[in-house]
């Protein structure tokens, strides 16, 4: 294999490595590794009681056919939660926090489209609510608020912004526990849970919390980015999807100082925020009720709040519930002082790569006013910075092209001696100083700014419904228009694997003239597949975010022109149209028969 194979396989394999290969990083079953981890680190003993609460599902079970989630908010008094960025209730039967929109979301891009639904109440399809509260310890029978408990609130009251709420239970055995919930920050509530002790013998009581999830949520991510149970606990990030779950006849259980855990969507979550200086033992379980699949994470605090007579108990811990907006996110996490918890943002194993990429597309934005021209500034910049390398890399492949005549002659000169030829070309590339895999440099600087681009505009909520110019509206989606459909003048919409948007067509287009500056490989099964090679990254990249096609196409012409300039100073000819017409056959034919 001469050298010209070699650099033509590597080319391909970088290329092809850019769309795919990343991808198969994430096919390692980080659940399962999570899942070992925890089954073989140190962990102490759970006491009986612990253990009895954590592995059951506490509440009701849900109907055998579920209700609609209109119906279930109508089943139970409620009390209304109204911030500017949040909008439901708390069911008062249980004090669940089970009904969430999220106001500044909507499903689509159309500003009347309903708003996001993050959280439901149990029973309704997709069910997803949040429970906190106290377990007794062993020994204590007082009578404790459970899923059916139902709380006072004060007439008319409404959760919102600097508004908190108190519910309350009596239970009639001389325990009043009341329950302070505010809303502070962004998407975060606090609650505080106090119990006054009116009875003559003290009491001990274990505070949890919980967040149940009733049918299997529909996976987005695969690959891309982690969508099912998490938390930072026991200092590591643990991944446990859904699937690992499923008949597992015991939880899974971790111990850990403080720290989350919870839920995460694509761009949503809900987690649990427990005293950080409390020892807790977290459990991740699933179970079947009534032929419906339950998910529940939940922690159970080692040690108990112990109430005297005439005294009072307190114990306080937040939820998040809301969108994963790096900036929120952060701020939380110093706020409350959570460990880690801007990894509820998935960046992936390059996400020292993917995380600058962000910050500098937003800081750009934050300027311009458009993520979209931040792709196309930041892609200059990135451009800027390779400079040296890219003009070294164009100037070797510019006299690469000037020695082509002298290949073709050894060609002719050896027409069926292998060894002669590779020899003869060798000599060529030592004497003029060039390498032949210096063609492939420009395509590995991409990996990686290809990967986080794709990683950010797929994860990163801020690019969400994005817009750009044009019929672009949404830079997380595909190129809405249509080659097969003529743009939408026929009223017919293609299957997915013939998305092929205005956008990929320019890539596309741009791509091939790119490689029409490039040296033709001497071999024509290498050029016939070269000639192809436009085409099918085309097709392949129809149905990816536009904004990752839009940053390929502006990468590919800003270096169609770098490239012409610097084989123009190397003494190049540049015959573009003659290039065309040598790399179509037809055309080629055309003119040796005129």
Known sequence: MDYNNKNFILAIVLSMAIIFGWQYFYAVPVAERAKQEAATSQTTTTPATTTTTTAQVPGAAQPATAITREQAL???????IETPELRGSINLAGAQIDDLH?????????PK?????????????NAFF??????????????LPDAKTLWTAEANAVLGVGKPVTLTWDNGEGLIFSRQISIADHYVFSVTQEVQNNSAAPVALIPYARIQRQDTPKIAGYYVFFEGMLGFLGDKLQEIKYSSLVGEPEPTRIDSQGGWLGFTDKYWAATMIPDQARAITSSFLHQVQNGRDVYQTDYLAKDAVVVQPGGKGLYQDQLFAGAKVVRTIQAIGDKYQIKRFDLMIDWGWFGYITKPMFYLLEFIKGIVGNFGIAILIATVL??????????????????????????????????????KQQQGMMELYKREKVSPISGCLPVVVQIPVFFSLYKVILTSIELRHAPFYGWVHDLSAADPTNLF?????????????????????LMGITMWVQMRLNPTPPDPVQASLFNWMPIMFTFMLGSFPVGLVIYWAWSNSLS???????????GVDIDLLGNIRDSLPFLKKKTAAT
């Open 102 to 110: 999220l106001a500044g979301y909507r499903e689509t891009i159309d």
């Open 382 to 419: 990135v451009k800027l910075a390779v400079f040296p390398l890219a003009n070294k890399s164009y100037a070797s492949m510019s006299k690469m092209k000037k020695l082509q005549p002298e290949m073709a002659k050894l060609k002719e000169l050896y027409p069926d001696d292998k060894v």
């Open 113 to 125: 489209s309903s708003t996001i639904v993050l959280l439901s109440p149990a029973g309704s399809p």
């Open 74 to 80: 109508g089943n139970s008094p409620r009390l209304k």
């Open 130 to 143: 949040a429970e906190q509260g106290f377990v007794g310890a062993t020994g204590t029978t007082a009578k």
């Open 560 to 570: 169609i022109v770098q490239q012409s300039v610097i084989m123009k100073r190397n």
């Open 485 to 505: 459909n003529l743009f939408g003048l026929i009223p017919w919409s293609p299957p997915h694997f013939l998305a092929l948007g205005i956008w990929p067509l």
